[in-house]
């Protein structure tokens, strides 16, 4: 798995009991952004003489296909060498180190006998606020992390572990449909 | 179930990507679908960030994960990469539970 955000949710749901079905459907709710991404890449990766791209290509962009690619390769004009070259030395780059780190982390934790003498288990919350940080730009996105927070809080001790994250996504299901309405 | 959860989900998400790439972009570009996804993010990690600092099973609890809570938002504040704040924060609850101020 190379989605960051997709990545620390699945192991966060599953350590703190939750279901493997709800920690895969979390992680595939966060990566469903990355769809989206793909389709916006499209012209940016574009070959410039209209050649079709080879398909072990479209099969390794998929796999680098994630927030800090995307924003390298949207910087340069479409069909451009450039946008290309951007977009896959981030991708690449950060796919060799993040899993480096990945690495790291699994033989590390190995050795630890208690993560939380470390304060491990606050090193989790603080990785998926500095994932949400830059996605708060306006009121209305902190008025939802604000409701999400608070609607999955209060549904810890009536549901299962990993079900509360679930419920957020309706959150933003409703969320979607009111600011529609206004609009 | 851990091993079969971590394929399911990386097979599913890297399929999600691929689909991006090969689906007709028609299937894929209506107006709610796009603002779907730029809010599913930000509901689910706020939840994450709710339920990781304050659950422990399927009960609440405050201790010292909210004060590196706290620091990591003060480091975000001030800028800090996503590795400080990540390291901000573990390093404030060692200390707190290393001192026994919090558990």
């Not at chain 1, 990545?7 to 079905?21: D, E, W």
């Amino acid at each position: 798995m190379f989605t960051g955000a997709s990545q620390f949710a699945l192991v966060g749901v599953l350590g703190a009991g939750g279901g493997a079905l709800a920690a895969v459907l979390t992680a595939l709710l966060l990566g469903a952004r990355n769809s989206l991404y793909a389709v916006s890449l499209r012209p940016f990766l574009r070959d410039p003489h209209g050649r079709s791209t080879p398909w072990w290509r479209v099969l390794g962009r998929a796999q680098i296909t994630i927030d800090e690619s995307t924003a390298m390769a949207i910087r340069y004009p479409e069909g451009t060498r450039q946008a290309r070259h951007a977009f896959w030395t981030t991708g690449v780059a950060i796919f060799v180190l993040w899993n480096l780190g990945t690495l790291v982390g699994a033989l590390g934790a190995a050795a630890l006998d208690d993560p939380r003498t470390l304060g491990l288990d606050a090193a989790v919350p603080a990785g998926f606020i500095a994932l949400l940080w830059p996605r708060l730009r306006d009121r209305s996105a902190v008025a939802l992390a604000l409701v999400s927070a608070a609607v999955a809080l209060a549904l810890v001790p009536v549901l299962r572990p990993g079900l509360p994250v679930l419920a957020a996504a309706l959150v933003a299901v409703a969320a979607e449909r009111l600011t529609r309405r206004r609009t | 179930m851990i091993w079969p959860a971590v394929i399911a989900g990386s097979i599913g998400c890297y399929l999600l990507k691929l689909a991006g790439y090969v689906i007709p972009e028609r299937f894929l570009e209506g107006e709610r679908l796009r603002r779907l996804t730029a809010l599913l993010p930000i509901a689910l990690l706020a939840a994450l960030v709710a339920v990781q600092t304050f659950s422990v099973g399927t009960t609440l609890q405050i201790d010292a994960r909210l004060a590196g809570l706290a620091a990591a938002i003060i480091a975000l504040l001030l800028r800090a990469p996503f590795l400080v704040v990540v390291l901000v924060a573990a390093i404030t609850a060692a200390v707190l539970r290393a001192t026994g101020l919090a558990g």
